[in-house]
């Protein structure tokens, strides 16, 4: 803001509050007498919006409506008039107006919760546009705080709001308030420990099971946002899933900055019914709505803040990035990275970000930002983004009292396998979110190298593929749930915190293809995740060798630390997209699909000796077998049998009368005997 609106405001902010004080009781705080500059007046009115005050329960949203003295209410009023620049009070600025409560627990624990401003909308008919469309509604209370108490017992707490003037600071308080929070049986939030995710309450493991949902299916008339991730949301549900995906995206609807770098609304089509690059408010408001649906239905978000197509060539977003076109010296991409007016621009938008949504126990993890390789110019700036990226993931940590993970992706992060810059290596970067595409049928093979290649260079953080699925081909999964269904069972058998994520999910949920959730969701009772499990895989090869390409089999598992038990996924190797005698794909631009394999099975084969090896086991010893046959979206358990195994500690099993069943099976093995009714035999192999 010029420095002259500054002084302006100044000057009739503080005759005009002089003015007020002389004719206008507001109260006090502990007795101390109202003053301008240094105390603080007793003059915010503070609301429980919801939920009633009677009813707190612990990890559930308090919402707070704040009323600003009606002074400061009107300057922001002027600001949000169209156009911007005639004056007023940005209500995005924290370093101009700066709202916040400080509650205290009965234990004795403080947390300081940052308020934000908030517009309320109802949807409205726009047809024949293509996009759901809103009118703002007048609000009584247009201050929020959000909070949700992660203790029970008593609360007490005060808000308290600044108001820069030049280089002073009008200052302002509530009265003490309090309330009474009951002990919820929500299980926290979701915390790090060791390699896994675990609720920070319960304790008990967080082993993500979806895919991803960034955006809405575009081109639907007059369907709210909202109303697209609750289909998602059902689905994903409906079938034993818990976890989804939500980005702040231009291009789909969801960016709440865009227009304006650091004001979250678009003045030109204020108090008017627009389409999805309008009132960004309204992107936000539809944000609140997600995550209540999120909430509703036990599905934990991915909250990704920023994308690499914003920050990359002319051809796709940068002309129109706001930080390119209102901070003059931000005339690259790489500049946001180093620039310190948009460093700070941002991390206002960070702390909204922390202010509107951190209270919520469903955001499994921010990812800070997504493809960050894909970025122009990031080969010679790696260093430079890793900076920045450390700079705010820690300022997001110091805004988000909840403490949600952190992380960030690359889209070729096996590109530099060495690199000392990836921004996983960052100690507030909490988890490694790769991101993995692949359409072969030893994809899943090299998956599980790339990821024991990073747990070497980087130990002791949870790994997740956040994405993945066939490579650019989403008409692969138009045709064929086989990628999905592969890509899921092997990614879970990996020693990942959860299965992957897929990408393709316009073309997926449609197509009914969630039903693969359901069979894995019913196999995870299996497997007790609080114990320590080792992974491995069958068979091991490296490079392509004759035995690599042509392998029938696989076996993906998990090994019990103490030998005694391990779960795991055999596949046909043999069964995968390519060899199901589908027709010719073609991709958009016109070209076949190619499997990459130069693999001699052309269709799904089963041989009579083939097998699928166990190995890290006790030497010796007898276990109990179970397969799991998995059919569609049901698992069928076959009678236990027992099997020894050998002076290596490892067990065959044959897979033909398996394969003749199903194109692949679970199993679980567990030292000792079957109960005396199951089948006993010698090592299969």
Not at 500 to 510: A, D, I, Q, R, S
Not at 583 to 611: H, M, R
Request: charged letters at 20%; a neutral charge.
């Amino acid at each position: 803001m010029p420095r002259i609106a500054v002084l302006a405001i100044f000057l009739f902010l503080s005759s005009s509050l002089f003015l007020i004080l002389a004719n206008q009781s507001f109260g006090a705080v502990d007795d101390q007498p109202i003053q301008v500059g240094g105390a603080i007046s007793d003059s915010l009115h503070v609301v429980f919006l919801d939920p009633d005050p009677a009813i707190i329960y612990q990890f559930e949203k308090i919402e707070l409506g704040i009323k600003l003295p009606e002074l400061i209410e009107n300057k922001i009023r002027e600001f949000r008039t169209p156009p911007f620049s005639k004056g007023g009070i940005n209500p995005y600025n924290p370093d101009i107006i700066d709202l916040s409560a400080d509650f205290t627990s009965e234990s004795g624990k403080a947390y300081h919760v940052n308020g934000f401003y908030y517009c309320d909308f109802e949807r409205a008919n726009c047809t024949p546009m293509a996009y759901p469309c809103w009118i703002e509604k007048a609000v009584g209370y247009s201050w929020r705080i959000r909070f949700a108490p992660p203790e029970p017992g008593n609360w007490k707490f005060r808000c308290q709001l600044k108001v820069r003037v030049g280089e002073e600071f009008l200052q302002f308080g509530s009265r003490m308030l309090q309330f009474n929070c009951f002990e919820s049986g929500k299980g926290g939030y979701i915390s790090r420990k060791g390699c896994g995710m675990i609720f920070s309450k319960s304790g008990e493991p967080f082993i993500p099971l979806g895919l991803n949902t960034d955006w809405y299916r575009w081109g639907i008339v007059n369907n709210s946002i909202s109303e697209h991730y609750s289909e998602y949301f059902n689905e994903i549900h409906r079938n034993g899933g818990n976890a989804a995906s939500l980005a702040l995206i231009n291009f789909t609807g969801l960016q709440f900055e865009w227009e304006y770098s650091g004001i979250y609304e678009n003045p030109d089509v204020l108090n008017n019914s627009f389409d999805y690059n309008g009132n960004r408010q309204a992107q936000a408001w539809e944000i609140d709505k997600i995550l209540e649906l999120a909430e509703q239905k036990d599905i934990y978000l991915k909250f990704t803040l920023l994308q690499h197509a914003d920050f990359g060539d002319d051809s796709w977003n940068w002309p129109g990035n706001p930080y390119h076109r209102f901070i003059q010296s931000v005339k690259e991409p790489i500049d946001f990275f180093t620039n310190d007016s948009a460093c700070l621009v941002f991390s206002h938008k960070l702390r909204y970000i922390a202010a509107r949504w951190g209270y919520s126990s469903h955001i499994s993890s921010y990812e800070l930002f997504t493809e960050i390789d894909n970025t122009r110019d990031f080969s010679s700036n790696q260093k430079a983004m890793y900076h920045w990226f450390n700079s705010m993931a820690r300022k997001l940590k110091e805004y988000d009292n909840y403490q949600h993970l952190i992380s960030g992706s690359y889209a070729s992060y096996m590109k530099d396998n060495n690199c000392k810059w990836w921004v996983w290596r960052s100690p507030y970067c909490d988890l490694i979110n790769l991101h993995a595409y692949g359409q072969n049928k030893r994809t899943n093979y090299d998956r599980y190298s790339d990821l024991k290649k990073l747990r070497r260079k980087i130990p002791g953080k949870p790994a997740l593929f956040g994405e993945m699925g066939s490579y650019v081909s989403p008409e692969i999964e138009n045709i064929t749930d086989l990628q999905f269904h592969n890509n899921l069972w092997a990614t879970y058998m990996m020693g990942n915190t959860g299965a992957g994520l897929n990408w393709f999910w316009e073309t997926m949920l449609p197509n009914g293809y969630s039903h693969n959730l359901k069979p894995l969701h019913d196999f995870s009772s299996q497997v007790d995740f609080t114990k320590k499990w080792i992974p491995r895989r069958f068979p091991l090869f490296h490079g392509l060798t004759l035995r690599g390409k042509n392998y029938r089999v696989e076996n993906f598992y998990l090994n019990e630390k103490n030998k005694k038990h391990s779960v795991g996924w055999i596949h046909n190797a043999t069964v995968y997209w390519f060899n199901r005698g589908l027709p010719e794909l073609f991709n958009s631009e016109g070209k076949i699909i190619s499997s990459g394999d130069d693999d001699k099975y052309v269709a799904p084969v089963v041989y009579d000796k083939d097998f699928a090896r166990i190995s890290g086991l006790k030497a010796w010893r007898s276990y109990c077998f179970t397969a799991f046959l998995i059919r569609n979206d049901n698992l069928e358990r076959l009678e236990p049998v027992t099997i020894f195994s050998n002076i290596a500690g490892q067990v065959d099993i044959t897979t033909r009368k398996y394969f003749h069943l199903a194109d692949d099976f679970a199993y679980t093995l567990k030292i000792g005997k079957c109960p005396c009714s199951a089948t006993t035999l010698p090592n299969q192999h």
